[in-house]
């Protein structure tokens, strides 16, 4: 029950992938399918939601920050990370905090993925240097963001929006769940050796008790 959880990233993974192999393509034990060519855009609901592929060497949403390894090796350790604090907390259901770190863990591994292995998988780079594949593009209102000028959304993936999810998901869950502490009885060891010298020798306490409250009769006032 309490490792269920998993299901819910690797769905994630499974999704990410199979929709990034439609888009890039490949040919796998003689199965050839040809995706999509880099850069192009086909549209799916007119020009609000189109599938446009594009390689992404940096990290979510077109962000690119140099460095593909070392991004790539903390990756591996973000997600291992997320395993850990996965089986930490608490299994009782399918609490808002662990649908928030699986939506997390899920998008990390899917684009983990690309960046270990789609390098080796399509013979252009070697492990680790592989690069995100990128696929949903939507029509937003134009505004600036970071000097730069939007007239569409930055181009992403399942994976991206996995993480996404769960990180608002987080901010939201994480300090309900920091409200409600678990609280734990204190015990020592010695507590169940150490009686009370009141409570010692509880028979003898009754019996002398007993006795004290016995009335005494007026014919063995006479015989004493």
């Not at 996404?164 to 920091?178: D, K, M, Q």
């Not at 020798?201 to 005494?216: D, H, L, M």
Request: glycine letters at 8%.
């Amino acid at each position: 029950m309490r490792n269920k959880i998993f299901l819910l990233p690797l769905l994630i993974v499974l999704f990410d992938q199979i929709t990034k192999l439609a888009v890039k393509g490949f040919d796998l034990l003689g199965w050839n399918y040809p995706g999509m060519m880099l850069g192009e855009s086909r549209p799916v609901f007119g020009d609000f939601l189109r599938w446009t592929f594009v390689e992404n060497p940096g990290m979510a949403f077109g962000l690119d920050f140099g460095m593909p390894v070392i991004l790539s090796l903390f990756s591996v350790a973000a997600s291992v990370f997320l395993i850990h604090l996965l089986r930490k907390t608490s299994a009782d259901g399918w609490s808002g905090l662990r649908f928030a770190l699986a939506l997390i863990l899920g998008g990390a591994a899917g684009n983990l993925i690309d960046r270990v292995f789609y390098g080796v998988f399509y013979n252009y780079a070697p492990l680790f240097y592989g690069r995100v594949v990128d696929f949903v593009d939507v029509d937003i209102p134009d505004f600036s963001l970071l000097g730069r000028e939007l007239e569409r959304f930055y181009i992403f993936n399942i994976a991206d929006a996995a993480v996404s999810v769960g990180v608002v998901l987080l901010l939201f869950f994480y300090p309900a769940s920091s409200k409600h502490p678990a609280t734990h009885t204190p015990s020592t060891p010695d507590s169940s050796s150490q009686l009370d010298p009141a409570t010692e020798q509880p028979s003898q306490q009754v019996i002398e008790a007993g006795e004290e409250k016995t009335p005494v009769t007026e014919e063995e006032q006479k015989q004493g």
